[in-house]
């Protein structure tokens, strides 16, 4: 399988100030038909996940542009630009280029 | 819309089988991955299995493999979780999620699943 590890595990936040994220995959995210199948989800407390950002730097449907992703082959970074009282919770980073998908270990964001 | 809804919440003895669901709508329901999420109180996201139900491929988590089965009924547009024995340790928060070309992109409200004596 395929380990996902992020850092920090736990980001205290200032509103307005920027956060960023870590993922790295244990093997290459690139797929056999030249994709990187890597995203990045949201879950508040209480909440299902939500998805941000797929295939490296996209985002999906409604998620605001303050959130950005970015990396290449095992190593990934999502950055909020301006972190919102809304964006407390936990992201994590999966992978979706092999099975099993697996996901990171998750990184609590709080405000400070 | 895309909307999963899930079974409501569960609470079972140790030894007790178990099914919950997961109806899909506003989507093609047999051209879509369907997986499985286990949350365990207060921990990560786990990835259980998948299934696809235009032909019922389904793939497992060897974590997961021989402990649930994963199945769907296309005419109904619902997928299942099983367990044929439940065990303390499974009580845990499950959810699905649609799996689009890319990533898990649609999820369900989650079905909270207790196991005690």
């Known amino acids: 399988d395929i380990v996902m590890t992020q850092t920090p595990l736990s980001s205290p936040v200032t509103l307005g100030q920027p956060a960023s994220i870590s993922c790295r995959s244990s093997q290459s995210l690139v797929h056999s038909d030249g994709n990187t199948y890597l995203s990045w989800l949201h879950q508040r407390p209480g909440q299902p996940p939500r998805l941000l950002i797929y295939?490296?730097?996209n985002r999906f449907s409604g998620v605001p542009d303050r959130f950005s992703g970015s990396g290449a082959g095992t190593d990934f970074t999502l950055k909020i630009s301006r972190v919102e009282a809304e964006d407390v919770g936990v992201y994590y980073c999966m992978q979706a280029t092999q099975f099993p998908r697996t996901f990171g270990q998750g990184t609590k964001v709080e405000i400070k | 819309e895309v909307q999963l809804v899930q079974s409501g919440a569960e609470v079972k003895k140790p030894g007790e089988s178990l099914k919950i669901s997961c109806k899909g709508s506003g989507y093609t329901f047999t051209t879509y991955w369907i997986g499985w999420v286990r949350q365990m109180p207060g921990k990560g996201l786990e990835w259980m299995g998948i299934i696809y139900p235009g032909n019922s491929d389904t793939r497992y988590s060897p974590s997961f493999q021989g402990q649930v089965t994963i199945s769907a009924d296309k005419s109904i547009s619902t997928a299942y979780l099983l367990w044929s024995s439940l065990k303390a340790s499974d009580t845990a928060m499950y959810y699905c999620a649609r799996h689009g070309s890319t990533s898990h992109d649609y999820w369900g409200q989650g079905t909270l699943v207790t196991v005690s004596s």
């Open positions: 295939k490296i730097s």
